[in-house]
Nanobody, 124 residues
Framework: QVQLVESGGGLVQAGGSLRLSCATP????????LGWFRQAPGKEQNFVAV????????YYEESVQGRFTISRDNAKHTVNLQMNGLKPEDTAVYYC?????????????????WGQGTQVTVSS
């Protein structure tokens, strides 16, 4: 069982920044692709960003491209999501997820391990 623990959510004004982190204490996970998904109130959970096991491949949802950056530190067992230029429509619960296998994919069905989620609220 892979346990994912997110941190870094909060309340920020539009145009501000937040950095989300996700950790798996005590586990080597460079064989796992890691992703972030989000779910706004009353909406489906959607893909945000993903990074491959080696960290060489990343994909982003179109609306966050150029504003969000996903990165990973395999030595520290963490994956981060730097979010700049936040907009009210970015308000959601953000989830960290891991899939078995190092290849980055955007389909949430491929991810088998999930964190508990962290709230991000962007005020206008």
């Amino acid at each position: 069982q892979v346990q994912l623990v997110e941190s870094g959510g909060g309340l920020v004004q539009a145009g501000g920044s937040l950095r989300l982190s996700c950790a798996t204490p005590g586990r080597t996970w460079d064989t796992y692709a890691l992703g972030w998904f989000r779910q706004a109130p009353g909406k489906e959970q959607n893909f945000v960003a993903v990074i491959s096991g080696t960290g060489t491949t990343t994909y982003y949802e179109e609306s966050v491209q150029g504003r969000f950056t996903i990165s990973r530190d395999n030595a520290k067992h963490t994956v981060n999501l730097q979010m700049n230029g936040l907009k009210p429509e970015d308000t959601a619960v953000y989830y960290c997820a891991a899939r078995r296998g190092p290849i980055a994919t955007t389909d949430r069905q491929d991810f088998v391990y999930w964190g508990q989620g962290t709230q991000v609220t962007v005020s206008s």
